[in-house]
T-cell receptor, first 111, second 113 residues
Framework: DQQVKQNSPSLSVQEGRISILNCDYTNSMFDYFLWYKKYPAEGPTFLISISSIKDKNEDGRFTVFLNKSAKHLSLHIVPSQPGDSAVYFC??????????FGAGTRLTVKP | DVKVTQSSRYLVKRTGEKVFLECVQD?????MFWYRQDPGLGLRLIYFSYDVKMKEKGDIPEGYSVSREKKERFSLILESASTNQTSMYLC????????????FGPGTRLTVL
């Protein structure tokens, strides 16, 4: 039973445009959400997070939006750069610090 | 600088062999995790540990065991490797305080023939 779902396995965007990666979750006990980025042959690295009491968190070109009633979050990258090409994992964490990941979305940013 | 290391980047084993995957972190973190990453399935939690000599099953523990004799080291053991355990294995660690992120190692790509 996947508690975190990323329904788009891949996304391709043009350099300079916006990338929007989506994530849905089923576990209402999640109170913290995180996005990780993974390059080939490397472990995932933390990108940005959001607490369930907020609806938006911004860090430079990266913004995460949370719609708690819809159990949906999204990661916006503006403007997208070729170096952003990677697999992006969404994760939810409960107050026991148990974390569950989605299947990932492979983003390709074309020059 | 945070560091999680895994003993091997690539490993090839035969069906039925016993396999040890080692993970070491230098951040004095209490919590350590083992995941496997498969296409279309993302990162799935195998086992985790909140402290030395403590272990908890994750979502897919079957066919695996773990050992945490020292705080900095968390080992994943495949008692009798099978072809369906061919995967990328990722170790992670995290402090038990607050909502700090998990820090991942570079991964071990295991192939079971």
């Amino acid at each position: 039973d996947q508690q975190v779902k990323q329904n788009s396995p891949s996304l391709s965007v043009q350099e300079g445009r916006i990338s929007i990666l989506n994530c849905d979750y089923t576990n209402s006990m999640f109170d913290y959400f995180l996005w990780y980025k993974k390059y080939p042959a490397e472990g995932p690295t933390f990108l940005i997070s959001i607490s369930s009491i907020k609806d938006k968190n911004e860090d430079g070109r990266f913004t995460v939006f949370l719609n708690k009633s819809a159990k949906h979050l999204s990661l916006h990258i503006v403007p997208s750069q070729p170096g952003d090409s990677a697999v992006y994992f969404c994760a939810g964490m409960n107050n026991n610090n148990d974390m569950r990941f989605g299947a990932g979305t492979r983003l390709t940013v074309k020059p | 600088d945070v560091k999680v290391t895994q003993s091997s980047r690539y490993l090839v084993k035969r069906t039925g062999e016993k396999v040890f995957l080692e993970c070491v972190q230098d951040m004095d973190h209490e919590n350590m995790f083992w995941y496997r990453q498969d296409p279309g399935l993302g990162l799935r939690l195998i086992y985790f540990s909140y402290d030395v000599k403590m272990k908890e099953k994750g979502d897919i523990p079957e066919g695996y065991s773990v050992s945490r004799e020292k705080k900095e080291r968390f080992s994943l053991i495949l008692e009798s490797a099978s072809t369906n355990q061919t995967s990328m294995y990722l170790c992670a660690s995290r402090t038990s305080v607050g909502t700090d992120t998990q820090y991942f190692g570079p991964g071990t790509r295991l192939t079971v023939l």
